[in-house]
């Protein structure tokens, strides 16, 4: 069964901008939770 171009088009599916972005973000926060508690830096 093939699919005409409208129909590819109304599939829903693959991953949103938003999810690539808040996987980034959360990935950034936990590699510097982890170097923060690791390496402690005292305030000036």
Do not use: Q
């Amino acid at each position: 069964m093939r699919l005409n171009d409208s129909e590819l088009k109304s599939v829903a599916g693959g991953i949103s901008i938003w999810a690539v972005l808040g996987t980034i973000a959360g990935l950034i926060f936990g590699l510097g939770a982890i170097d923060g508690y690791t390496r402690p830096v005292k305030c000036r």
